[in-house]
């Protein structure tokens, strides 16, 4: 086992040096990169997207531009037409800009340069924010740590009792009626029903139970630690919900038909011939070669609902977490969060996923992976 790790580990490196590479290779041929960006600012053409860019940067470019153009500097049309809208403009702004950018070096050596800044774990400044990228992930894990843990532990909390009770009780009246809600949960999209539930109980036209934005309410910091606990959780309720009604479905069918898939398999016949109760084969027996399936597919789910999933529940509840983090940063090209981003995520899920082969062994200890090259 230990040699399998050790190769995996090592295959991070090529999956990770690659994944960086074609999204390099994306970005560079995408229009509307940063240079771009501040033009478009500059001249008061910027998007709401672009709304929130703030300190230094677009200051200091601002003071360029205006003393660029009132000493009369003369265009260079050869220079400009490389970038939209920056016809007029001073050839020596664009220039100052391409610097500040760290775009007056040719991509190869930018993309090197960035992967090196990497391996040192150096993921660099934000563009348009005045703070590290590490800083600025660290800033909003909090969030994405708070949906995808409580979603991720629910989902999984109530799918597989639910599906083995559903494949136990295949075809009957309960299988039935559950499946109803299944489907229900399988048609309503998580951001439409967190919009039904701020309409019936967040103060949207019924009951105000619930508060609408936050993590937490003012005065936090005064409150004890049962307290915090509470409100915590009060904040929590509804976006949480929100989730695991849209996560529940799938991971409930897929429960159930992998239990379905065993339970007619012969072990299990004649462990029943010999005697054993429903429960010993349940879970002796049949729950570790079923849960295979499910765990194979948990990184997956985690890394979904952790980041991409919670982009509108984030947006709706107003909670500030990494996935609207990594939208704002792909709307602002700001490359330096993006890449750095999706470095963390990739590495994060490259890590689940051999977690996930670890768990393998433990469930079930006649897998081996030793003999795999």
């Keep these: 086992m230990f040699n399998y790790i050790l190769r995996r580990l090592l295959l991070m490196i090529p999956t990770l040096f690659g994944i960086i590479l074609i999204n390099f290779m994306i970005v560079q041929a995408a229009p509307g990169g940063p240079v771009e960006q501040m033009i478009a600012k500059m001249q008061g053409l910027g998007s709401d997207a672009t709304a929130r860019i703030s300190g230094s940067t677009g200051a200091e470019v601002g003071a360029d531009l205006n003393s660029s153009m009132t000493e009369g500097k003369s265009v260079s049309s050869s220079l400009n037409s490389k970038y939209r809208g920056a016809q007029g403009l001073p050839p020596e702004f664009i220039e100052e800009m391409e610097k500040q950018f760290g775009f007056d070096k040719p991509a190869h050596e930018r993309f090197f340069l960035m992967v090196w800044n990497y391996l040192q774990f150096d993921f660099g400044d934000s563009y348009y924010r005045d703070v590290g990228v590490i800083d600025l992930i660290f800033e909003k894990m909090p969030v994405s740590i708070s949906l995808g843990l409580w979603s991720t532990l ?31 949960g399988y048609a309503i999209p998580s951001f439409l029903f967190a919009i039904l539930l701020i309409i019936v109980f967040a103060g949207g036209r019924y009951l105000d139970w619930f508060p609408l934005r936050g993590l937490t309410s003012d005065g936090f910091e005064d409150m004890n630690v049962i307290q915090q606990i509470l409100d915590y959780a009060w904040h929590m309720v509804l976006p949480v ?80 977490g990494l996935g609207l983090l990594g939208f704002e940063s792909t709307i602002n090209r700001d490359y330096p969060v993006m890449f750095g981003t999706l470095f963390i995520f990739t590495l994060m899920g490259l890590i689940l996923k051999l977690v996930s082969d670890i768990t393998y062994v433990l469930v079930d200890p006649r897998i081996s992976f030793e003999g795999k090259s």
């Design 154 to 184: 629910i989902i999984y909390l109530i799918s597989i009792p639910l599906g083995i009770k559903k494949a136990v009780k295949d075809g009957e009246k309960f299988d039935v009626w559950s499946s109803g809600i299944i489907f229900v």
């Design 241 to 320: 919900a929100a989730m695991v009604v849209s996560g529940f479905a799938g991971l409930t069918m897929l429960t159930k038909n992998s239990f379905l898939d065993e339970i007619n398999k012969q072990y299990v016949l004649t462990a029943r011939a010999k005697g054993l109760g429903e429960k010993a084969v349940l879970y002796k027996h049949v729950f570790r070669n079923a849960m295979l399936i499910v765990i194979v597919g948990f990184p997956s789910a985690f890394m979904s609902i952790f980041f991409t999933g919670a982009l509108l529940i984030e947006v709706i509840f107003s909670l500030d």
